[in-house]
C-alpha cells in the first residue's frame, strides 16, 4: 500500500496562492486515483478536488472551480494542488488520499472509505 505526505501549506494572505505537494512512497502510486479534501477548524471534513489515475479526468467542488488545479506527475510520484485567489473559508488542513478501486468521480462522495491517506497539511488564510 503506498503512503502519502503533504507538504506546502502555510499563511497567506487572501487572494494570494499557494502549492500543495503530496509525495507518494512508491511508482504503484500511478495505479490510485488520488485527491485533495480538506477539514476546516470544528468542521466535517469535505472533498475539494479528484484526479483519476491516469490524470486526464479531474472533479472539483463547486466552491473551488476556477481557482484550485489538480495535477499530478506519475514519473515523480507526485500529486499537487495549485490554490489561487485564496479566501479566510479556504482555511482548512489539507489531507491528499489515494484509492485502487474507487474511481476519481466516486472519490468525492466516498471519502469515508478510501484505502489511503496523507497527515495532512495546514493552510490559513488571514483577511
Known amino acids: 500500500q503506498v503512503q502519502l505526505v503533504e507538504s506546502g501549506g502555510g499563511l497567506v494572505q487572501t487572494g494570494g496562492s499557494l502549492r500543495l505537494s503530496c509525495a507518494a512512497s512508491?511508482?504503484?502510486?500511478?495505479?490510485?486515483?488520488a485527491g485533495w479534501f480538506r477539514q476546516p477548524p470544528g468542521e466535517a471534513r469535505e472533498f475539494v478536488a479528484t484526479?483519476?489515475?491516469?490524470?486526464?479526468?479531474?472533479y472539483y467542488a463547486d466552491s473551488v472551480k476556477g481557482r484550485f488545479i489538480i495535477s499530478r506527475d506519475n514519473a515523480k510520484n507526485m500529486l499537487y494542488l495549485q490554490m489561487n485567489s485564496l479566501k479566510p473559508e479556504d482555511t482548512a488542513v489539507y489531507y491528499c488520499?489515494?484509492?485502487?478501486?474507487?474511481?476519481?468521480?466516486?472519490?468525492?462522495?466516498?471519502?469515508?472509505?478510501?484505502?489511503?491517506w496523507g497527515q495532512g497539511t495546514l493552510v490559513t488564510v488571514s483577511s
Open positions: 488520499a489515494a484509492d485502487r478501486d474507487t474511481t476519481a468521480k466516486d472519490m468525492g462522495h466516498l471519502s469515508r472509505w478510501l484505502e489511503v
Open positions: 512508491d511508482g504503484t502510486f500511478s495505479r490510485y486515483a
Open positions: 484526479i483519476s489515475w491516469s490524470g486526464d479526468n479531474t
